[in-house]
């Protein structure tokens, strides 16, 4: 019995060690390809000539390796690495601009990010940064954010309480201990099971997703993929239920809870395994893009192009083309009320799960039980607000600084937001629960040469998309008065919270405040309901079966996924998508190559400064 136990461990094991160390497949991580730094580019004509190639069918590449739909990071991602291995790819992309959420806008002279607002784990010669330094052949700079990166801020007024938020493995902790004496047993536990149990375990997910589906599916369904892994077994556990063990005191309890603001579930939904991570991503600090967001898609497009492929904007793709045997073999690109076909081995779909099989899918295709089944084990993520904020002043005269603010009524976060959520639209416009609120212009160190005595604040919370479903079809620009005084209703709201947060903002340093609903979101970057971070991430989307059912291989043959929905949310999140995707594709572990060059171009970089 117990040597038929062992020959199975033993062949499980090297089926393991074969799919995670496979290296059959070219390494686009192979040569460390950064050159020196070029001057910064702040002319807009210049930067538009890279991020605004419109669609036209004469700047299609002939001889196509692959398509990618959707140019937002984990599109860009994956079509970079391709193109470091020599792949012709063509990038399409629905919005007059590349980049998704990190685009870039303009009104009144004031520049606006739209999903870049802090990135962490960047410290330099780590894989993350080495990775992106990699996509963008080093052009890609980071500036850090002050530490404390983070201030919570708790309460109405009369009683509000603020709570820096520190960076550092040990400083993190150590400076909540200061904060809440009496509670350092529950800070340590919470860092045991936050940072070395459930994080560091996030390598399992991306091993589901790049093993075979069959021994995916024995370790889901023997169970062995919640034993090997603490991010299974911790992945049911909501942050609620993990929190409320370990303290009592409501105001830690929300310390520990508020980064899910970043992810979009409330704590009672939210799975503990994917907060780790969030925890885990900031605790070596936070940064960033020199240059503001746009730097990031703007550095990455002359690779792609230098291979031969192109990055194309007004480009929406309304259907994926399949030949009779239910391969993908192109997409439809709609030019005007013309339809034109564009055909490559490979389509590669940034769109996110709901757009990709439920919108350019044929209808018998989209009726297959395997997509049927993926899109039963996922949901639509929260939809998103958010409230862009143009300043007469510098961040000196404002008060701002390079952090962000969390902003919290009080401290019991579930019973505010299911109450806000479940509202009047009006009424609960009136008493936003939850607010972050960051500077983009106080984070850039290059943004008062290009905008003096100008500031700007990014705004973001979370709205029903229902609230705002019946203008869904109106012309973008013209939504009718009543849509235009509930956004309204949401601006003045917003910014008496700021107002009382920052006494240096007042109405009369107010040049420019705009509203960007759910149906927004869905306009701009394709969003079907209006989410910011992709598919849902409560506790059922980090099942194990769910992780090993829904990865980069669809069930139709050269059809492929990449960015959040494969992987988790946010921008690293989105890269990790990629990252997979591309391991697939070519048939290599980029991850560990990712690792490898890390360690080579730091001794090397180390030998230089000898």
């Known amino acids: 019995m117990w040597i038929i136990v062992a020959i199975i461990c033993a062949a ?4 393991l060690y074969k799919y995670v160390f496979r290296t059959s497949g070219p390494n686009p991580f192979d040569i460390d390809t950064r050159e020196p730094l070029k001057p910064l580019v702040t002319q807009k004509k210049e930067k538009n000539k890279v991020l605004k190639q419109g669609f036209l069918a004469s700047k299609v590449p002939e001889k196509l390796d692959a398509i990618v739909i959707g140019s937002g990071i984990g599109g860009l991602g994956v079509a970079v690495l391709l193109a470091k291995v020599g792949k012709r790819v063509l990038v399409l992309e629905q919005h007059d601009r590349a980049g998704g959420c990190c685009h870039t806008f303009t009104e009144k002279g004031f520049e606006f990010d739209v999903g870049i607002h802090y990135i962490g784990d960047l410290l330099e010669h780590k894989p993350f940064r080495c990775m992106l330094d990699q996509l963008t052949n ?3 700079q980071w500036e850090p954010l002050d530490n404390p ?14 709570y820096p938020i520190y960076s550092g493995r040990n400083r993190f902790p150590d400076e909540l201990k200061k904060l809440f004496p009496g509670e350092e047993a529950a800070i340590d536990e919470y860092m045991r099971h936050a940072y070395k149990k459930a994080g560091h375990n996030i390598w399992f997910l991306g091993l589901l997703k790049l093993i075979p589906v069959p021994l995916a599916k024995f370790l889901v369904y023997t169970g062995l993929a919640n034993r090997l892994s603490f991010f299974f077994r911790m992945a049911s556990r ?18 520990f809870s508020y980064i899910f603001g970043t992810y ?7 799975s503990f395994s994917m907060h780790s991570l969030m925890v885990c991503h900031y605790l070596t600090g936070a940064w960033y893009p020199i240059g503001g967001a746009s730097e ?6 002359p690779i792609v192009e230098k291979a031969g492929g192109a990055v194309l904007v007004r480009a929406p793709v309304n259907r994926i083309l399949f030949n009779d045997n239910k391969e993908a073999i192109g997409v439809s690109v709609m030019k005007g009320q013309e339809e034109i076909h564009v055909h490559a081995p490979m389509v590669i779909s940034n769109a996110g799960i709901f757009n990709t099989y439920q919108q350019l899918l044929p209808k018998e295709l989209q009726d297959m039980p395997a997509i049927q089944k993926q899109l039963g084990m996922m949901k639509n993520g929260a939809g998103g607000l958010s409230i862009f904020l143009g300043l007469t002043g510098t961040k000196e005269d404002l008060g701002l600084k390079a952090d962000n603010y969390w902003i919290f009524t009080e401290h019991n976060m579930d019973e505010l937001v299911e109450t806000y959520l479940k509202g009047n639209r009006e009424e609960s416009a009136k008493s936003v629960p939850i607010l972050f609120v960051g500077s983009p212009s106080a984070k850039d160190p290059t943004w008062e040469e290009r905008s003096p005595g100008k500031s700007t604040l990014s705004l973001v919370s979370f709205a029903n998309y229902e609230w705002f479903e019946e203008w869904k079809d109106d012309k973008v620009t013209n939504r009718g008065t009543d849509y235009k005084e509930l956004k309204q209703i949401f601006c003045d709201s917003i910014l008496e919270v700021v107002m009382s947060v920052f006494p240096k903002i007042t109405r009369d340093k107010v040049e420019f405040i705009e509203a960007g609903t759910p149906i927004t979101n869905t306009h701009y970057i394709g969003a079907p309901k209006g989410e910011i971070y992709g598919a849902d991430h409560g506790t059922a989307r980090f099942s194990a079966e769910c992780n090993a059912t829904v990865r980069p291989q669809t069930p139709l043959k050269n059809l492929y996924l990449t960015g959040q929905d494969v992987f988790v949310c946010g921008f690293a999140g989105a890269l990790a998508g ?9 048939n290599r572990n980029l991850h560990l190559d990712a690792i490898a060059l890390a360690k080579k171009t730091k001794r090397v970089d180390t030998k230089k400064l000898k």
Request: aromatic share 4%.
């Open 12 to 15: 499980l094991a090297a089926l």
């Open 138 to 140: 080093g052009q890609l």
């Open 149 to 162: 990166f983070d201030q919570v801020v708790l309460g109405p007024p009369g009683n509000r309480r603020t």
């Open 238 to 255: 909501s942050v609620t239920e993990v929190v409320n063990e370990l303290t009592k005191n409501n105001d830690l309890r929300v310390i």
């Open 264 to 270: 979009g579930n409330m704590p009672k939904d939210a």
């Open 296 to 301: 990031i898609a703007y550095h990455m497009i």
């Open 578 to 586: 990629a990252l997979t995707c591309g391991s697939v594709i070519l």
